[in-house]
């Protein structure tokens, strides 16, 4: 998504402990391998940050030896960049995430279906905050959610120079929740779903109100390999359609949550 222009290695001193945990099954390993073990002090801060990612560390060093070659070095680096360069940006220089063009999508496809005037809502997963910011015109008050500290700096910042004044933004994750529970009238997650899929899902009928709305949009690119989490959604009796995007065709999902009393 991103160049790799602006990244470093040492960037990697910027990921909070999740965003490590996140690392294992995703990043390229031989690449991520050579590259620790050019870089030592970089493989301790994330061991110390994120004692869980020890064992992978140690088996991927273990299966893949150092090179010697600065060049090949210089090309693993690359794609461990270029692999990372989302997290990284989050972390490094928001602003450049902000100003992507797929941020500009018509936010009618979520006011189309509910209205959001006067109402609390809760952006999980709020990134630099676009569709917490966008909500703010419309709601009482908007919580944005947001577990990278970088970022939440960057909503605030930008709230302020916009001069909003009913954006709360907090720490939490999306299978944990910091709010009480029925207390959302609509939750909004977009480009955020799906890293603890069935414990978001649950989560989000607890924190929702009864005749609330859960809307996921865009919750997955339009194409088979998202097939699980379309199933999973579907399980949980969301509606969906598609809609494009500056990069693509995606899906959003939404659905009234109805409790039994
Ligand atoms: C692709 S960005 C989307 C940001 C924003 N919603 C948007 O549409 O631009 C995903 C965001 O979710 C955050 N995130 C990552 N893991 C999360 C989790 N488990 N719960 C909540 N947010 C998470 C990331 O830090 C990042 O800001």
């Not at 602003?95 to 809502?121: C, G, M, P, Q, R």
Request: proline share 4%; glycine share 4%.
């Amino acid at each position: 998504m991103f160049t790799t222009e602006k990244l470093e290695l040492k960037d990697f001193y910027l990921l909070e402990e999740f965003q490590i945990a996140y690392l294992p099954g995703w990043i390229p390993e031989r690449e991520f391998a050579v590259a620790l073990w050019a870089n030592p002090s970089i493989e301790d801060f994330l061991k110390r940050k994120c004692p869980v990612i020890t064992d992978f560390i140690n088996r991927i060093k273990k299966e893949n030896e150092p090179i010697k070659d600065n060049n090949e070095l210089a090309i693993c680096i690359k794609k461990v960049l270029q692999t990372c360069s989302d997290i990284l940006i989050y972390n490094k220089c928001p602003e450049v995430y902000d100003k992507l063009e797929f941020h500009n999508w018509d936010f009618k496809e979520i006011t189309s279906i509910t209205s959001l005037d006067a109402k609390i809502i809760l952006d999980g997963g709020s990134g630099t905050g676009h569709v917490a910011l966008e909500a703010a015109k419309y709601a009482r008050y908007v919580f944005a959610m947001e577990p990278v500290t970088r970022l939440r700096q960057f909503i605030k910042e930008k709230a302020k120079k916009l001069k909003t004044d009913n954006v709360y933004v907090i720490d939490g994750f999306l299978h944990s929740i910091p709010l009480p529970d029925n207390f959302i009238d609509v939750l909004i997650t977009s480009h955020a779903l799906g890293w603890q899929l069935k414990d978001e899902l649950m989560e989000f009928e607890r924190v929702v109100k009864n005749e609330g709305y859960i809307i996921h949009c865009p919750a997955t690119v339009d194409n088979p390999s998202d097939q699980s989490t379309h199933n999973e959604l579907l399980k949980y009796s969301y509606s969906f359609d598609k809609y494009k995007e500056a990069d693509g065709w995606k899906r959003k999902y939404w659905k009234k949550v109805i409790k039994r009393r």
